[in-house]
């Protein structure tokens, strides 16, 4: 029953304890938590990535951004950066574990200010709006650049607080955790504050009736003409 699943994910939280407690659904159990850049064949390219993203969109924006924004952009379209995304709403999560047809849907549980109590020494998460493209010596450790060139001493994956400076980031209650120097999945380097629920697949079809009647479709988390389209074809059974 869905209800058991609610269970299981409250006792997980009262295990790995912290009070606060991010989410993230994958389609199978057999995804890793590991961010798309050290999927594709380790990191070496991603300094380069990052620069040549800063320098080509400069034409695109706006206004000035700092490099943690232009990292966050980076993400959010789909560039392969080391953050992984992670929301705050059980929902959202629930809702990305069970899109389309999965196979073996799940969802992950994370502590994040115990998780950085491991990895930075600090139960406090690193706010991005603050630390600047030329961080102080005490902060020289989070500066994107220091991150991107392993010239930090933080070797575990570290939760950030990130501005939600777009409408589907703000909608799905978007957090991220960022990768040190390891290249270890988090639930390696860091199982004590992570754990990880399976959903039965007799259950998804109910699952997927209780997000629905919540509202929690393509268009409350996709809040613009893509996610409208995407929730018109699935409400009145259009393929392709």
């Known amino acids: 029953m869905l209800s058991d699943i609610f269970h299981e994910i409250q006792a997980i939280e009262n295990q790995i304890g912290g009070g606060t407690y991010w989410y993230r659904g994958h389609s199978s159990a057999e995804y890793k938590l590991t961010p798309t850049v050290l999927r594709n064949g380790g ?104 991150i991107l060139s392993s010239n930090t001493s933080i070797e575990k994956p570290f939760a950030i607080h990130a501005p939600h400076g777009n409408p589907r980031l703000a909608m799905q209650r978007g957090m991220f955790t960022v990768h040190g120097k390891s290249k270890e999945p988090l639930e390696v380097s860091c199982p004590q504050v992570v754990r990880r629920v399976d959903i039965p697949q007799d259950i998804i079809p109910t699952a997927k009736q209780y997000l629905a009647k919540l509202g929690i479709d393509e268009f409350s988390l996709f809040p613009d003409h893509e996610g409208l389209s995407q929730f018109l074809k699935t409400k009145h059974n259009i393929n392709g």
């Not at 966050?72 to 379209?77: C, I, K, P, T």
């Not at 073996?104 to 994370?110: A, G, K, Y």
């Not at 998460?125 to 989070?142: F, H, N």
């Open 43 to 146: 990191c070496n390219f991603e300094l380069g990535l990052f620069y040549d993203y800063k320098m080509y969109s400069a034409s695109l924006r706006t206004k000035d951004k700092s490099n943690w924004d232009l990292l966050l952009d980076m993400q959010h379209y789909g560039i392969p950066t080391r953050l992984l995304d992670w929301t705050t709403n059980l929902g959202t999560a629930l809702f990305f574990a069970l899109r389309n047809n999965p196979s073996s849907p799940c969802v992950w549980i994370l502590s994040p200010f115990n998780l950085n109590l491991i990895s930075t020494g600090y139960s406090t998460l690193a706010d991005t709006a603050v630390i600047g493209d030329m961080p102080s010596e005490q902060a020289k450790d989070y500066g994107v650049h220091n």
